[in-house]
Nanobody
Framework: QVQLVESDGGSVQAGGSLRLSCVFSGDDFSNYCMGWIRQTPGKEREAIATIDTDGVTRGRDTISRDNAKNTLYLELNNLRPEDTAMYYC????????????????????WGQGTQVTVSS
């Protein structure tokens, strides 16, 4: 069974940076396209970045993956209060995430989410 475990998010001041990570287990990570999705209260989940199995990215280009470590990363830079949200790591057993990028409900596996809070 695929499992995704995100690192702790945290609280930062506006202008600060955070690096999120997500450890994948339960299958061959290199066969999955991956994404980061965020959600704020009252809004739908939005994909902010995805990365295909061949490294092609959509959305923010600060997403990266290390297949040797089964880990997905996202660098969040110059954070603003409106970036405050729950951030989720997600995986799909496909080469490309072009469809889940447009419709995050297409992701098959999800992490538990990690809270990022940005104060002004």
């Amino acid at each position: 069974q695929v499992q995704l475990v995100e690192s702790d998010g945290g609280s930062v001041q506006a202008g600060g940076s955070l690096r999120l990570s997500c450890v994948f287990s339960g299958d061959d990570f290199s066969n999955y396209c991956m994404g980061w999705i965020r959600q704020t209260p009252g809004k739908e989940r939005e994909a902010i970045a995805t990365i295909d199995t061949d490294g092609v990215t959509r959305g923010r280009d600060t997403i990266s993956r290390d297949n040797a470590k089964n880990t997905l990363y996202l660098e969040l830079n110059n954070l603003r209060p409106e970036d405050t949200a729950m951030y989720y790591c997600a995986a799909n057993p496909n080469r490309s995430c072009w469809l889940p990028y447009l419709d995050p409900t297409r992701f098959k596996y999800w992490g538990q989410g990690t809270q990022v809070t940005v104060s002004s």
